[in-house]
């Protein structure tokens, strides 16, 4: 016979789980307001929470698996894809709050005021380890979501193991008294597991708002105890250093926890010494949940969560055990670390240190030079005066003089083009300087500060059909500007 997991783990009940506009929610108010929506909900129901509120997210969480059910995580909430997300699941709905938006989903009802610090239910729901508590969702290569399901045991095991690595970060034994103030939404994975469930199963508390212009970011920071924990991207994260650059007065932060593209040194650098606390990069995927940290500033190598560990190298890395029981293929190319004095002939035996090259599909051939998108994306980004930018490389060529060549979207108000374009001559090769630079005043990113690929070429094609306005060209490759 398994053994029952509990939905809450890591400290007493009379602890708070949340904080919302600075006054603490009990975890036994928790397990109130979980009580009285599982009492509303339907069985074995599909169930996407539209709610930016992230204690009512957890709310429902444990609501819907009481009812047999589990929660949607899918990429974004447009009319299509809920029209897919029915398609996928018979019993797919949505909860909504009181004024919400007309959806395609079938719809129930939040509640005003849920449980109103009601009694205490009686006991902490648990489950089985293979419950399925969430379906997360990816885009796929076809447009399709493709649901990957997420069980309750290799959760468990996924957050005990980031606990252990934030509490070591924090120089803590544990994660209770720690806040968790969020600029992801809990719907993304990495929101999901860094925000919501690292407070439910890891002891912490999360701010209930999601902030995201940098002076929300700070009310919200100081309208929580110390220690506290910023959960960010890199987006965000320069957002909110540019803004203390401009007067806005930044809270200290214990430790800044980042991910959704790697982080360059540089910022890591400026990110510790603006808010006073290390900085904790998470590398992880849809398919295998969070695999390794580093602290930036240390050094690039990546060190795997508790017992992960890698096999092959490059585009073939593989990781497997703790919380991944299946051999697993990461997405990106990896530089596998072996264990120092590693006998000949153990070539093959796992690791867990590594480098992290550059993702399999971002890689980019032009004129026989190889780099990758989020290398040169690196470099433009650290342009002064640069707020947001991203290449593009078109699919059907864009052949001039017989090179392929790459086209740049940039926010970078009163920045000169030629200027910038000199700033990328001194910074990579020719071979990549872009053909043409448009000016933007922001780039189309998500909630958790990505640029999916879809929307970047959508953003290409409307602007590269009005033909040379906003552009400027860049010297032939190979030649000297």
Same mark, same amino acid.
């Given at each position: 016979m398994y053994r029952r997991l509990p939905v809450l783990m890591g400290a007493p009940l009379d602890a708070p789980l949340a904080w919302r506009a600075g006054r603490p929610l009990s975890r036994h108010r928790y397990l109130a307001d979980v009580a009285v929506l599982a009492s509303q909900l339907p069985e074995r129901a599909a169930v996407l929470a539209m709610t930016g509120d992230r204690y009512r997210f957890a709310v429902a969480l444990a609501a819907v698996a009481e009812r047999g059910g589990f929660s949607l995580l899918p990429p974004n909430h447009t009319p299509d894809m809920q029209r897919r997300l029915g398609d996928l699941f018979e019993q797919a709905c949505a909860l909504v709050e009181p004024g919400g938006e007309d959806l395609v989903l079938p719809t129930l009802p939040f509640g005003e005021d849920m449980a109103s610090a009601g009694p205490a239910a009686a006991e902490v729901p648990a489950f089985g380890p293979d419950t399925v508590l969430a379906q997360v969702l990816t885009s796929?290569?076809?447009?399709?979501?493709?649901?990957?399901?997420?069980?309750?045991?290799?959760?468990?095991?996924?957050?005990?193991?980031?606990?252990?690595?934030?509490?070591?970060?924090?120089?803590?034994p544990d994660l209770q008294g720690v806040t968790i103030v969020g600029t992801v939404p809990p719907h993304h994975m990495y929101g999901f597991e860094s925000t919501v469930l690292i407070a439910m199963l890891g002891g912490a508390a999360f701010a209930a708002e999601r902030p995201f212009f940098p002076a929300d970011v700070v009310r919200v920071l100081e309208s929580v105890p110390r220690p506290r924990v910023l959960v960010t991207t890199p987006f965000h994260l320069k957002t909110l250093l540019e803004a203390g650059e401009g007067g806005l007065a930044l809270p200290p932060v214990d430790l800044t926890v980042c991910a959704t593209a790697p982080l360059s040194p540089q910022m890591a650098a400026r990110a510790e010494a603006e808010l006073g606390g290390p900085l904790m990069e998470i590398y992880g995927c849809t398919e295998a949940g969070q695999v390794a940290t580093r602290r930036t500033t240390d050094g690039p190598e990546w060190r795997t969560f %508790?017992? !992960?560990?890698?096999?092959? &190298?490059?585009?073939?890395?593989?990781?497997?055990?703790?919380?991944?029981?299946?051999?697993?293929?990461?997405?990106?190319?990896?530089?596998?670390?072996?264990?120092?004095?590693?006998?000949?002939?153990?070539?093959?035996?796992?690791?867990?240190?590594? %480098?992290? !090259?550059?993702?399999?599909? &971002?890689?980019?051939?032009?004129?026989?030079?190889?780099?990758?998108?989020?290398?040169?994306?690196y470099h433009l980004n650290s342009i002064e005066g640069v707020r947001d930018g991203a290449f593009w490389l078109p699919p059907d060529g864009a052949v001039v003089e017989d090179v392929v060549r790459l086209v740049a979207f940039v926010v970078a108000p009163g920045v000169d083009r030629a200027w910038l374009l000199a700033q990328l001559r001194e910074r990579i090769d020719a071979a990549f300087l872009p053909r043409r630079i448009i000016a933007l005043d922001q780039l189309p990113r998500d909630p958790t500060g990505k640029l999916p690929a879809g929307r970047l070429a959508e953003l290409a094609q409307a602007h590269l059909a009005q033909g040379q306005q906003a552009s400027t060209t860049a010297p032939p490759a190979g030649r000297p500007g």
């Open positions: 796929g290569s076809t447009g399709m979501p493709m649901p990957h399901p997420k069980r309750w045991g290799g959760l468990v095991e996924n957050i005990s193991a980031e606990a252990e690595r934030i509490a070591e970060h924090l120089g803590r %508790r017992g !992960l560990e890698l096999t092959g &190298d490059g585009e073939a890395s593989v990781v497997q055990g703790g919380h991944v029981p299946e051999p697993t293929r990461l997405a990106d190319v990896l530089e596998v670390l072996r264990p120092a004095g590693m006998p000949p002939g153990a070539a093959d035996l796992p690791a867990t240190r590594f %480098r992290l !090259l550059g993702r399999s599909n &971002d890689l980019i051939n032009v004129a026989g030079k190889r780099s990758s998108l989020s290398h040169l994306n």
